[in-house]
């Protein structure tokens, strides 16, 4: 079945940076782009990124593209959120999710991890 493991979630002070990873399995990876979103508890969940699986074209949230970096390994299996200048806005659980086609879309996402909590505080 489809899986989406993300790691590398913690505490971490304001201006720090963080690793999160999304090891995926379950599926060919040349089908479907990969991607990130973040949620704050009461409040809708966010795009952040996304890669297509063809060409590896990438796409941000503009608000997040200058400290925010998606990157993925040469088997498209592990997919990597680089974060810098970490805000205490930035705290939310993080999701790696999966779209529906190999290309970056407006469509949701057909399937997401399990989330990895990210807090930013002093």
């Known amino acids: 079945q489809v899986q989406l493991v993300e790691s590398g979630g913690g505490l971490v002070q304001p201006g720090g940076s963080l690793r999160l990873s999304c090891r995926t399995s379950?599926?060919?990876?040349?089908?479907?782009?990969i991607g990130w979103f973040r949620q704050v508890p009461g409040k809708e969940r966010e795009g952040i990124s996304c890669m297509s699986s063809s060409d590896g074209k990438t796409f941000y949230a503009e608000s997040l593209k200058d400290r925010f970096t998606i990157s993925r390994d040469s088997s498209k299996t592990s997919v990597w959120l680089q974060m810098n200048s970490l805000k205490p806005e930035d705290t939310a659980i993080y999701y790696c999710v999966r779209f529906p086609f190999f290309y970056c879309s407006v469509s949701d996402p057909d399937y997401w991890g399990q989330g990895t909590q990210v807090t930013v505080s002093s």
């Open positions: 379950g599926f060919t990876p040349d089908y479907y782009a």
